[in-house]
């Protein structure tokens, strides 16, 4: 009877998820006088009451929603309640979503700026970047060559990289990833790319300008997938209106 019950003891110990909780805004700057989300989510946790906004000022809660889900993947359960607001920015400036409590854990602090329509244009970047390792190699000394695609402040579909071919070596793409990553309660979308190279002779090489191309789609949600490189597929039916087309090198 004592080994069953310590069997037991340690069974529930292993499916144990620590609590969490999490804020963020599906954008940022955001536009004066259009409606934005703020989403709050925690996860397993027993005593996760609605979060006050109160402490909010300046900014209009429109409308509220939660859900509730139950995710399982093999013996791991994960419960996760989700409040999302409609908010409203009056003027321009910086409001500021101070940590907000959710049962005994609280929330990060988000600085959000309120911009004019012309200001928000300007914030929405996709931006290149490229990681070169080793940066001195012999001929056929393998180089790993790392592409990053972020996106910040704008969600897009039908993307697309001009190929990636290099005189003087062998490249071969290795992998790839993509994640979200959040900064100043402002989600990144990133997508990051792995080759390697191989230099066939002595000499420099010089990597070639990369050309992305997407269009801009408005009027959805943040939470689907992106990303779909390799392939070069697009996001998905995630947005209603389309919006401009976006390049960058």
């Known amino acids: 009877m004592r080994k069953l019950l310590y069997f037991g003891i340690l069974i529930l110990s292993a499916n144990t998820c620590w609590g969490e909780v999490s804020a963020w805004v599906e954008n940022n700057p955001v536009v004066v006088g259009e409606m934005f989300r703020l989403h709050v989510e925690a996860k397993n946790m027993d005593d996760a009451e609605e979060p006050d906004l109160s402490a909010i000022r300046g900014l209009q809660v429109l409308n509220r929603s939660v859900q509730n889900r139950t995710s399982i993947v093999g013996t791991s359960i994960t419960r996760t309640v989700s409040w999302t607001y409609v908010l409203l920015a009056p003027s321009s400036g910086n409001y500021l979503i101070p940590a907000l409590r959710v049962g005994s854990e609280l929330t990060s602090p988000i600085t959000l700026k309120a911009v004019d329509s012309v200001q928000n244009a300007q914030q929405k970047v996709v931006r290149l970047?490229?990681?070169?390792?080793?940066?001195?190699?012999?001929?056929?000394?393998?180089?790993?060559?790392?592409?990053?695609?972020?996106?910040?402040?704008?969600?897009?579909?039908?993307?697309?990289?001009?190929?990636?071919?290099?005189?003087?070596?062998?490249?071969?793409?290795?992998?790839?990833?993509?994640?979200?990553?959040?900064?100043?309660?402002?989600?990144?979308?990133?997508?990051?790319?792995?080759?390697?190279?191989?230099?066939?002779?002595?000499?420099?090489?010089?990597?070639?300008?990369?050309r992305y191309q997407g269009d801009e789609i408005r009027g959805g949600n943040s939470s689907g997938n992106f990303g779909n490189f390799g392939s070069f597929g697009n996001f998905g039916n995630l947005f209603q209106k389309r919006g401009r087309r976006i390049f960058s090198t």
């Open 129 to 210: 970047e490229v990681d070169v390792t080793p940066g001195k190699v012999y001929p056929q000394q393998q180089v790993l060559v790392r592409l990053r695609i972020i996106r910040t402040g704008v969600q897009l579909e039908n993307e697309s990289l001009t190929p990636f071919e290099i005189a003087g070596a062998q490249i071969e793409k290795l992998n790839q990833i993509s994640f979200q990553s959040l900064k100043n309660g402002k989600r990144q979308m990133i997508t990051e790319i792995s080759y390697v190279l191989l230099p066939e002779k002595s000499g420099t090489i010089v990597l070639p300008q990369v």
